[in-house]
Each structure stands twice: as structure tokens, then as C-alpha cells.
């Protein structure tokens, strides 16, 4: 039998209605020959409360433990999808992550998928069985400890699973219809693509897009599984959603395709640094150490042998990353005279596979900040990708001027 | 290291600060040399909610699903109980029953512990951990798939930690500071017991007494491990609580030591079933298959062929009781005109080791009803408890005047 993947996120199994709503979508493809493999967040805001119990019981918390707590709202899910079907008659079982079991690297609360085996699952679908349910977000490390993968992990686990069982497809089923030129609460003239290429979701979603995690896009693009984003709340159509194809099979050409934006990101500043070779190993070596996912970086011109050296990095961390520099600072790795943490700021980018061709994108995007008064703190750039960091007062300003410069309401 | 065992219920962490006081209580006896294993339950509310979840979904659910959803209560609160002792620096670590391994039988959502390997706990001990926390309630049967208890598995699971541990002691820390001799909230005259046989508290578990978990009070008593329960809401001291231990410990010498109720009794009775050898096998049998706990039997006097069988069952079991029997009937394995449940009756007993060298009991208990106008629809007697079904409207009143009757408010 063909395996197609779906996956349902936090909404949409928000309630016990929401799950037996989601259970008839699965129905309907069951009922097309599939067996199916559906992955399941947890109900919505079950995931916040645990994080919010361990934030408020440990601020720098064992993330070993931290993955045993966060991990237990997937597998509620699980279990209540899995007799939501048994009630339509369709076999079906949940499995939690380690029941797979699903092999993760050890790095706790960003672990990584190492192999799904699928003998496991295999067997039940040659027994009868019609869908195995799976709690999403989680896995199992070498040492036999439960593993979570990252927020919006569900969707890796979705893609892995794919990749895995080489399915037809991978649904992943959500609160909004498919991938929008940005996001429509900020802009209402934000339009809904099609399609849009491997490369640019990838940005789109390592940049605050929220409609899938950067990992899931990448091994979707490294595997070649055919992604679909897709609402759980329409009518099922053949149309529905949003593709996620090889760069080819995307039509459009332009310049840009979405503007992203993200809130959760901080500048933080070390002041007067020492300016020397390997300043930059015994700053960010820390910081990864400690598990600090540092974004941007820029140095200032060296006076006197002393310089500026500005990083971004997720709010969540700014502690983490504190203690980590502070620390480097007492055992004399580094020195430096302030660390100045600003969360009052926000961060906005422009992509599209277009700017490899096409010129002038960076300059169009700083002239048009700048008629709005605008002032940029910090600019990153890639291949597909302008992104600047500006004072979050702006960021609604500035999503929508951009979306108007570059016309993206337009076909 | 002396090993004590300390498990707290529901009200005992049911908030962040809840489970924060309780740390502080495996604190003062880490500092006493001991190490701990603290077994927690789900925070209050939890658990029910979940059930909720699963009965709403499939009110004849697949038990498997069930332990799946219902059991992840627990490992929220085994996370952050870890994390809580870790932030006063005493070294501990979380355990989900499936990574002890808690080993149990495969009869889902009541299976029985059959084994708790030691070696993984105790490498982590001698390592230097002071205290391993472990999700009560749980385990993993022989076909890899989660298992639960039973409802206060917990009480269960705490003391087969202590049995496989060799503890020195089972502290069970509840939201009451003892065990007393009928229910305080029903009758105002009720007295906590400094002592109890495992025999009396035996019965006053499985006849609703909430304090304890039956299958707990059986393990310790084949074990004889030191059950102590006790409230964490009250001041640390050596005196707290009630001691459960063996009968030649307990001094006070009274036919009966309390009174216990429960209103989760149903009762079912067979209508005209055909008297003859091997009737009550082909009732019973079913019953037992389907996972119906049955308490009490009655058959009538047999006319022209014919009688009357009555049973009570948990409340909770009445749907499945009508389907087991209800397709006995269809297959022919039995007869029977019609089945009546009366899910609006109460069970009410008195208990006491003394009773085995006292006569009278039963005629007092008897008579005390009859002077009350309560009519006594079913008996149910064992050496040392005496039980019946009332109506539930006379529950409070039957109470206060048997513990009245047998004056146990008097030391």
C-alpha cells in the first residue's frame, strides 16, 4: 500500500471535536488505499503551560528533564487520535517516540533525527492495522532519554517519517491555508502562494515564518518529499494549501517571494572587546557551547585595540547566553568592559530565489526603511535573503512598506 | 546508604509551590544520610481530565490507548520535581516507568507490577544522585506498551520501590494526616488512627476508603515494608500520620477500628435466569473477560427453575458489564429475562481485626440500620468486615450512626 504522512498541528487537535474532524480527513485517504502515518502536536497551549511550569520551576533548567515534561502533551494526543479512530472503525495504535523508536541525537530540546526504524510500524500495517499514530515533537537519545526536537518539531517528525516510509506525500495540516507572501494579520494584502521552492521556505522559515521548522524544510528538500501545507478548517480539495517543490517547478519569477519577520530575536552587544586573532573562537565558542543559536554577528572597526561586537540570538537565550559570556569572562577566555542585552528590537527579511538573478534588491529594501525613518541596526545577508534588524516599534511599518515595494499583492 | 521511599499524591503537587514544599521534605531527609526515591502522582485535576478526554472519545475505549493518554500526567510531574531538587542543588533525575523498566502485566489500565530492576537506580545512586524520581502509576508491559496501575497506582508502585529498594520506610504523603476511622468530612466525630493492621487497612481500601490503594496495602504486607501515611501539609515530626504495620504492632483491641463507604458502587441484577450447575461460571466468566471488578454475589431461592442474580460492580463498570453479558446471551452461553442496574445505591462497611474474636458485630450493625429506617438490600461478609448496599440517599447517615454504634470516636 501507498504511505501517505499527515500531520496535525497544535489547533488542529486543539479540542476533542477538532481531533475526531482531523480523524475524518484521515478517513477519507485511508478510504483512497493509503495507509496512513499521522503525526500530532499537542492540543494548543498544552506545550506553553509545560514550558511555562518548567521556565517558572528552573530558569536554566536540565533540558534533559526539561524534554521529559515538554514531550507528555504529544502523547495525550496520540493516544485520543488513535481511539478517535478506533471509534470509526479504522485500526489503528499511537506510538511515542521511543516506542518507534525514534533515534534522536542526545542534544536535549533541539535534538536531531539520527534514523526512524520502520519495521515496527510496517508489521502492523501488513497485520491490518490502517494508521499508526505518532506523537510528534519527540524521540529517544542513545542513553534512553526522552529527546524533543525544537519548537514546531512535529513537522520534522512529519518530513523524517516520510523520508522514512518513502511516502507519496507529506500533509501537514494547520491554522492557515498555505505559505502567504507574509503574514496576513500584518498585512491584508498579503496573498497566498501556490507553490514556492525548497530554498525559499527554508529562509522563510528560519526567519519567523511559522508555518514550518527550518529542519523539516530541509530534510524535505534533502530527501525530496513532496510538502503540503495545507488548513485543516477547508473543505478538502485536490488544490488546497500550499506546495513545497523543487526550485523548477515553481513558475513565478521575481525578485522576492515573502517578507518574514520575527519578534523573538535580541541584539546584544559586547562592549570594548579586546581586538585580536581569535577573539571571535573564544566568544562563540561559549555561546555554542551553551547551546545559543547566535544569528547575526557584527564587529565594529577596531580603535585602540578595543572593538564592538554585536549578536543576535532567540529572547529565550539571552540568560543562557549571558551566563555563557559571563563565565568565559571569569575563567579569562575573554574580556570585555559591558554586555548589553536589547529585546526591544525585531527582525525583518526579504527572500526569494529571484535575487540571485536580479540586482538592486538590497537597495531597494534600505531605501524604502529609510522614507519610512526607519533605521537599521543590523543587516545579514545570503544568497536568497536580506534580513535587518530594526527597533520592533517598526516592525508592522516595515513588513507592510516592503510588501508594497516589491508588489507581492500582485500575481 | 539506607534507602527511603517517599511518595506524594496529587494535592501534594498540585502547583509548582506544592511540589516546591515537597522537595523541601525529600531535602530533610536527603540531609539525613538517606537516598530518596520519590514517586509522584499527576497534579491534582489532571488525571481526570484525561480520563474525561478518553471517555468522551470512546466510552468503550481500547485499554491500551487509554494508559497511553491517562498515564502522561505523571511524567510532568516527575520532570519537574527533578528540576525543583536540582535548583536546591541536590543532585536528582527523572524516571518514566518504562525506563526503570517498571515491569507489569499487560491487563491495561489494571495491570500488576511483576518486576522493578534495580540496577539502572542504583548505578545512579552510587554515581553520587541522592534522588530519583519516578512517575507512579505506570509501567511497561511485555509487548513494549505503556501500562497503568489502576487509579492510586501510585500508593502501588511507591511500595514495590520500597520492597525491590529494601527501603527503611514508604512514607505516602496525601492531603489528609492520616488514616482515620471513618471519613471526617461525613461524620465530625471521626479519630486518626496512630496505628493500623495491614488487614483492617486492607479492607478499608478496597471498600473506598481513598487513603490507599488496595494492591499497595497487599504488597507491604507481603513484604512488610513500613507504610506511613502522612500529610505534607502538616509540620515535619517522628509522630505524623498513621502507621501501617502488623497486627501484633497495633495495641488497641475493638471489634471494629472504622467505617468505610463508596459510592461507586452499582447494582446489577440477573432477572430469571434458568438455576442449573455451571449458571454462575457462565455469568462470572464474561464478567471476569471483560475486566469487570465484581464485589459482591447474591442468588436468590430458586422458583419453578428459575432465579434472580445480583452483583455490584464499580459504577465506572456498568456499560461494560451489560455488553459482556448482553453478548453471553446473544451466543447462548446463558439465559436471562432482563438486567437491571442501580447505579443509586452505596456500599457501607465496618472493618475490624477484632471482630474475629468478638460476636455480635454483625446483629449490632444490623439493628443500627434497622432503628435508622435503612433498608439492607445486599450483605457481603469476610472474617473482618461486614458490608451492605443501602440506599446512597441514607450514605452520611448510615455512616454517623455506625461509627455512633461502635463508638470509635473513643480512644
Not at 26 to 51: H, P, Q
Not at 374 to 388: D, F, G, L, Q
Request: proline share 3%; aromatic share 6%.
Amino acid at each position: 500500500m501507498p504511505v501517505l504522512v499527515m500531520k496535525f498541528g497544535g489547533t488542529s487537535v486543539a479540542t476533542l471535536d477538532r481531533i475526531k474532524r482531523a480523524a475524518k480527513r484521515v478517513g477519507l485517504e485511508v478510504a483512497k488505499g493509503y495507509d496512513v502515518i499521522v503525526i500530532v502536536s499537542a492540543m494548543s497551549g498544552e506545550t506553553n503551560k509545560l514550558v511555562g511550569f518548567v521556565n517558572e520551576t528552573s530558569p536554566l533548567y536540565d533540558a534533559r528533564e526539561y524534554d521529559a515534561v515538554v514531550s507528555s502533551g504529544e502523547n495525550v494526543t496520540a493516544g485520543l487520535m488513535a481511539l478517535t479512530l478506533q471509534e470509526m472503525d479504522i485500526p489503528a495504535r499511537s506510538w511515542q517516540g521511543w516506542q518507534v523508536p525514534v533515534q534522536t541525537t542526545s542534544a536535549h530540546s533541539s535534538a536531531r533525527i539520527e534514523a526512524i526504524p520502520t519495521d515496527n510500524i510496517s508489521a502492523k500495517f501488513n497485520e491490518g492495522m490502517k494508521v499508526a499514530v505518532v506523537a510528534g515533537f519527540q524521540g529517544i537519545s542513545p542513553e534512553g532519554r526522552i529527546t524533543t526536537l525544537g519548537r514546531g518539531g512535529s513537522d520534522t517528525t512529519a518530513v523524517a517519517f516520510a523520508a522514512a516510509f518513502e511516502a507519496e506525500r507529506c500533509d501537514i495540516y494547520t491554522d492557515v491555508d498555505g505559505v502567504y507572501t507574509t503574514d496576513p494579520r500584518i498585512s491584508s494584502k498579503a496573498r497566498k502562494l501556490e507553490k514556492i521552492s525548497f530554498e525559499e521556505m527554508l529562509e522563510l522559515a528560519s526567519l519567523g515564518a511559522k508555518v514550518l521548522q527550518t529542519r523539516s524544510v530541509e530534510l524535505a528538500m534533502r530527501y525530496k518529499v513532496k510538502l503540503r501545507v495545507l488548513s485543516s478548517f477547508e473543505e478538502p480539495s485536490e488544490e488546497a494549501g500550499t506546495l513545497v517543490c523543487a526550485e523548477e517547478e515553481v513558475m513565478e519569477n521575481r525578485p522576492v517571494s515573502g517578507i518574514a519577520y520575527s519578534r523573538d530575536e535580541a541584539k546584544m552587544t559586547l562592549v570594548d572587546v579586546a581586538d585580536k586573532p581569535g577573539i571571535a573562537a573564544a566568544i562563540f565558542g561559549p555561546l555554542s557551547e551553551a547551546g545559543v543559536n547566535v544569528d547575526m554577528i557584527i564587529q565594529n572597526v577596531a580603535e585602540q585595540g578595543l572593538t564592538d561586537m554585536t549578536f543576535s540570538c532567540p529572547t529565550d537565550q539571552v540568560l543562557r547566553a549571558q551566563k555563557a559570556l559571563n563565565d568565559a569572562k571569569g575563567r579569562g577566555d575573554i574580556n570585555f568592559q559591558e554586555l548589553i542585552a536589547d529585546t526591544d528590537v525585531c527582525k525583518i527579511s526579504a527572500v526569494g530565489i529571484g535575487m540571485r538573478s536580479q540586482s538592486g534588491v538590497a537597495a531597494k529594501m534600505f531605501k524604502t526603511l529609510s522614507e519610512e525613518g526607519i533605521n537599521i541596526k543590523v543587516i545579514a545577508t545570503s544568497e536568497i535573503k536580506i534580513s535587518v534588524l530594526i527597533d520592533r516599534k517598526y516592525m508592522e511599518l516595515a513588513v507592510q512598506a516592503l510588501h508594497d515595494a516589491f508588489e507581492l499583492e500582485k500575481l
